[in-house]
């Protein structure tokens, strides 16, 4: 099920990748944890965590590290809302 594989998967994911891309930047974990609405423990399993992402995951986490880093407003990814069943990346990639 597409929510499922969000929820457990691809917000994770994205939530890592913006986490490394922030400290990247200079951030701390705890202001990472602060703009990623997540504690500070969660923050630092993440930059612990390998692995290499999907290109799609990669693009969403640049453009919401982006986002954050530039100040542009509040990030919401509505990735069940945009799909809705029809095929697009969160159910391509829950397929996979």
């Known amino acids: 099920m597409p929510c499922d594989y969000a929820v457990k998967t691809l917000l994770p994911a994205i939530r890592r ?3 490394k891309l922030l400290a990247k930047e200079g951030w701390t974990q705890q202001r990472i944890a602060s703009a990623l609405g997540l504690s500070q423990a969660a923050v ?3 930059l612990a ?3 290499k992402p999907s290109a799609e995951v990669s693009r969403l986490a640049h453009a919401v590290s982006e986002k954050i880093v530039s ?3 509040k990030v919401e990814l509505k990735l069940c809302r945009a799909c809705g069943g029809k095929g697009l990346l969160i159910c391509a990639l829950s397929k996979k």
């Open 17 to 19: 990748e913006t986490a």
């Open 44 to 46: 630092s399993k993440y």
């Open 49 to 51: 965590g390998g692995g």
């Open 71 to 73: 100040g542009r407003g």
